[in-house]
């Protein structure tokens, strides 16, 4: 089955603690993205990565950092610099970008709903 | 600030009628329409992807695209409860762009 998966699904910490969020596709996409969603507000992206290696801030990506050291994984840390961390956090994948209109579709993972205190 | 409006409801309809859900975005060179569906709790999903204007269909599902307008509607046929949930327009133009969502209730 392909798909992606993202680890834990609820997630709890204190205040002053890093976090790593996990997040692993089996699509063979190239491209990943992280999201967060908060109540009321459309979802805002984080960072994203086209290749391996390479990735690029998002909207809102102060107080957070990524890695993509593979293909298949994208972990976010949500640092204790993050002012307002409590969330849920989405990620996703697509094909590569540029190669057409499909390309852009980008599929979801299940999300991890991280609550600091 | 590229922008995506849709009205957040809630929009309820009766099951089996045609639910109606509307979006209009800020910037003219957008290319690539999607509607994902989001249940309560869960993360959202992709129902419906449209790229030039006119209808799409898929099922009960009709996507319309107005590119002049900048508009881009979703339709659902013949409703379920289970199709309850909320409607999120995302518009691609370099990175993709959201909306806040409409919340959609089936009425049995």
């Known amino acids: 089955d392909g798909g992606i998966t993202q680890s834990p699904k609820y997630l709890f910490r204190k205040e002053g603690q890093n976090v790593t969020l996990s997040c692993e596709q089996n699509?063979?996409?190239?491209?990943m993205y992280w999201y967060r969603q908060d109540p009321g507000q459309g979802l805002r992206l984080i960072y994203y990565s086209q290749i391996v290696n390479d990735f690029q801030k998002g909207d809102i990506a102060e107080g957070y950092s990524v890695s993509r050291e593979k293909k298949e994984s994208f972990p976010l840390t949500v640092t204790s610099a993050q002012k307002n961390p409590t969330a849920f956090y989405l990620c996703a994948s697509s094909m590569s970008l540029g190669r057409g209109t499909s390309s852009y579709e980008q599929y979801f993972g299940p999300g991890t709903r991280l609550t600091v205190t | 600030q590229k922008e995506v409006e849709q009205n957040s409801g809630p929009l309820s309809v009766p099951e089996g009628a045609i639910a109606s859900l509307n979006c209009t975005y800020s910037?003219?060179?957008?290319?690539?329409f999607f509607w994902y569906r989001q249940y309560s709790g869960k993360s959202p999903e992709l129902i419906m992807s449209i790229y030039s204007n006119g209808d799409k269909e898929d099922g009960r599902f009709t996507a319309q695209l107005n590119k002049a307008s900048q508009y881009v509607s979703l339709l659902i046929r013949d409703s379920q409860p289970s199709d309850s949930a909320t409607y999120l327009c995302a518009v691609w133009d370099e990175k993709l762009t959201f909306g806040t969502g409409t919340r959609l209730t089936i009425i049995p």
């Open positions: 699509l063979n996409h190239d491209a």
């Open positions: 910037d003219r060179g957008s290319q690539s």
